[in-house]
Nanobody, 116 residues
């Protein structure tokens, strides 16, 4: 599976951004799609995930109530709507797909920078 993210950028605190991730290739056996992020000097962390069939979602506590993950099955695209952004949300955001037991396919990432 090939994944390409888009939608990152620079935004002021309190603002919003919408990230997109387009999947291609062997998309027929995708089980979950997820978003992760990594800030400079920190480990990559889970942000949100969605079950490809069924739409069940999970969120990190730090983004609950502010971020929403959704998907467009017909176009194999997953979105991350980010509202009420904070400077601590600044990171490179990665899209990932899970076909078996773990997230194994990753996009190159898109940078999100939130200024105070």
């Amino acid at each position: 599976v090939q994944l390409v993210e888009s939608g990152g950028g620079l935004v002021q605190a309190g603002g919003s951004l919408r990230l997109s991730c387009a999947a291609s290739g062997r998309t027929y056996n995708i089980f979950d799609m997820g978003w992760f992020r990594q800030a400079p000097g920190k480990e990559r962390e889970f942000v949100a995930s969605i079950r490809w069939r069924g739409g069940n979602t999970n969120y990190a506590d730090s983004v609950k109530g502010r971020f929403t993950i959704s998907r467009d099955n017909a176009n194999y695209t997953v979105y991350l709507q980010m509202n009420s952004l904070k400077p601590e949300d600044t990171a490179r955001y990665y899209c990932a797909s899970k076909r078996l037991l773990q997230f194994s396919d990753w996009g190159p990432g898109t940078q999100v920078t939130v200024s105070s």
